[in-house]
């Protein structure tokens, strides 16, 4: 079976630094996609970074540009989110996700949830002000 683990979250203070891991079991990576989304009390998830494993490229939310970088290992089946500059509004629980194909017009559909089919648990980030 497919699954996606997300791990890495916990509390850190403004400004401080987090690196989230997404190791993926039961398929491969190569020729997909993976996303990161997260989700806070009372709001809708939305997407944060995204990589397309078929042409190596990447979104990023405006929110986070500049301060979240997204890579994979792919021989090892893990895309990491490294978390610079946090600040308070990026408190959610964040999930990685995978599409069960490719995902067609990448940088139309990269922050659709309804694009991805299998989903990790979430990890919780907490920033502190």
């Known amino acids: 079976d497919v699954q996606l683990q997300a791990s890495g979250g916990g509390l850190v203070q403004a400004g401080g630094s987090l690196r989230l891991s997404c190791a993926a079991s039961?398929?491969?990576?190569?020729?997909?996609?993976i996303g990161w989304f997260r989700q806070a009390p009372g709001k809708e998830r939305e997407g944060v970074a995204a990589i397309n494993f078929y042409d190596g490229s990447t979104n990023y939310r405006d929110s986070v540009k500049g301060r979240f970088t997204i890579s994979s290992d792919n021989a090892k089946n893990t895309v990491f989110l490294q978390m610079d500059s946090l600040k308070p509004e990026d408190t959610a629980v964040y999930y990685c996700?995978?599409?069960?194909?490719?995902?067609?017009?990448?940088?139309?559909?990269?922050?659709?949830?309804?694009?991805?089919?299998?989903w990790g648990q979430g990890t919780l980030v907490t920033v502190s002000s």
């Open positions: 039961g398929f491969s990576f190569g020729g997909l996609a």
């Open positions: 996700a995978a599409p069960s194909r490719p995902l067609l017009l990448f940088n139309l559909w990269a922050f659709s949830p309804s694009k991805y089919d299998y």
